[in-house]
């Protein structure tokens, strides 16, 4: 095979393995088609002068994101040994990217044809001739989120993107939120060992040792539920698109240091859902005497009565 065909053969490896070697860690369900996303998919068949725009704008931003959280990390004092091995890890892995990201900044500047395509994982993914993609990303979560807002608003100062985003308004409706909260409320009850008993409207009651704190533990129930029903907003957008719930594989896992989610697993094929979930995150046998009320609610919209004793151990656990 000669040079000139090997390369193509490499870029290819390196893509397959780039977009699927997340087999072990599972792969990321993105519930909504970002901005970003779609006005990628509007200028995908335009004139090189505007791609090169576009990916310019977008490796820059990369770069950037990439550089504030790095330096973020830097500030910030950590409680332990562990975790500030781990902050030291992750800033020096940060720059090293950082200083690939700006090596392709570099190398758009050579390409007589800059492109991209978009992954089936919504990702966006940079090409070059002469060195590996580069797969569109912030270091997490909220950071790529005020990436992607940065990448848009500064592509339509330069272009009228009001036509690109026609289309979008209608597909914006189509995302809201599944499930209605609603008011939270519910009753106290003091049973016969003078003991408190939270009895919700959802049907989930938590009994306590006393009814000390009442509007705390409250508060912190109703935090419990706008949770469940983050989960279940999550699941409905996930299943619409075609994945399947394992329900005896939910599971909640962390995500990098810096990042304001959390994992959400839900089937054997390790798919998972970023939610910003911290008190069932931090009780995960609560989370796990809960899931057949999300199961019920999901499945037949119903709320399924559920008595959890001796919910101080899970009250006291707080993290804000």
């Known amino acids: 095979m000669s040079p000139v065909n090997i390369r193509p053969f490499m870029r290819f490896l390196f893509l397959f393995f780039c977009l699927n070697a997340s087999a072990d860690h599972g792969t990321e369900i993105n519930l909504t088609q970002s901005r970003l996303i779609h006005l990628a998919q509007q200028i995908q068949q335009a004139d090189p002068a505007r791609k090169y725009d576009f990916l ?8 950037n994101a990439y550089a504030e959280e790095a330096e973020k990390v830097a500030l910030e004092k950590q409680k332990t040994l562990k975790k500030h091995a781990k902050a ?3 800033q020096y892995s940060s720059y090293r990217y950082l200083d690939s990201i700006e090596s392709a900044i570099v190398q758009l500047d050579i390409e007589e044809n800059p492109d991209f395509f978009i992954s089936k994982q919504n990702r966006i ?7 590996p993609p580069v797969v569109v990303s912030g270091p997490n979560n ?8 940065n990448i848009v608003e500064q592509f339509c100062v330069i272009y009228d993107c009001s036509e690109y985003f026609k289309s979008n308004s209608e597909n914006n409706s189509l995302q809201e939120q599944l499930e209605d909260p609603g008011e939270f409320g519910g009753i106290w009850n003091i049973q016969r060992d003078f003991k408190g008993l939270f009895e919700s409207d959802t049907g989930i009651s938590c009994s306590f040792k006393s009814l000390k704190n009442r509007t705390a533990k409250e508060q912190w129930m109703a935090a419990l539920h706008q949770e469940l029903i983050l989960i279940l907003d999550a699941l409905k957008k996930a299943t619409s ?3 399947i719930v394992n329900w005896p594989l939910l599971k909640l896992e962390p995500l990098p240091l810096t990042d304001n989610a959390y994992k959400l697993l839900i089937n054997q094929q390790k798919s998972y859902i970023k939610v910003n979930v911290p008190v069932l995150f931090h009780n995960p046998e609560l989370f796990r005497r809960l899931s057949p009320w999300l199961k019920q609610r999901f499945i037949k919209s119903q709320n399924q009565p559920i008595m959890v004793k001796n919910c101080d151990r899970f009250f006291k656990n707080k993290h804000h």
């Open 88 to 90: 030291v890890h992750w």
């Open 125 to 131: 993914v940079v090409l070059f001739t002469d060195q």
């Open 142 to 149: 909220g950071s790529h989120k005020r990436m992607e807002k």
């Open 56 to 63: 310019l704008i977008t490796l820059q931003q990369m770069a």
């Open 241 to 243: 698109k075609g994945v």
